[in-house]
């Protein structure tokens, strides 16, 4: 069974930028697909970004398109979050989630693996 933790969460200004890391661990966390979600307080999941499992093809909401970013290294087992030009509204604690199938989707319940979270705090 793949295991999933976030670091890299943390207090930023506006505007400053932020890189979150999911490393996996166990089974065959090379081949599953990777994805970010955040959830801020009093508000649902939301998709942030995902990516398949050889990281050829990546996806985002338009909220984060052009300032998020999401890569992955296989030979490490992590994947990554960049995240640029960073908003107020970026605040939420932030998920790491796998897909045993490979494809890195939008949809929550494609995934079958969750971090614990990282917080990330963005201040005016």
């Known amino acids: 069974q793949v295991q999933l933790v976030e670091s890299g969460g943390g207090l930023v200004q506006a505007g400053g930028s932020l890189r979150l890391s999911c490393a996996a661990s166990?089974?065959?966390?090379?081949?599953?697909?990777l994805g970010w979600f955040r959830q801020a307080p009093g508000k649902e999941r939301e998709f942030v970004a995902a990516?398949?499992?050889?990281?050829?093809?990546?996806t985002y909401p338009d909220s984060v398109k052009g300032r998020f970013t999401i890569l992955r290294d296989n030979a490490k087992n992590t994947a990554y979050l960049q995240m640029d030009s960073l908003k107020p509204e970026d605040t939420a604690v932030y998920y790491c989630?796998?897909?045993?199938w490979g494809w890195g989707t939008s949809a929550e319940n494609e995934y079958d693996v969750w971090g614990q979270g990282t917080q990330v705090t963005v201040s005016s």
């Open positions: 166990g089974g065959t966390a090379d081949r599953y697909g």
């Open positions: 990516i398949n499992w050889n990281g050829l093809e990546t």
């Open positions: 989630a796998g897909d045993q």
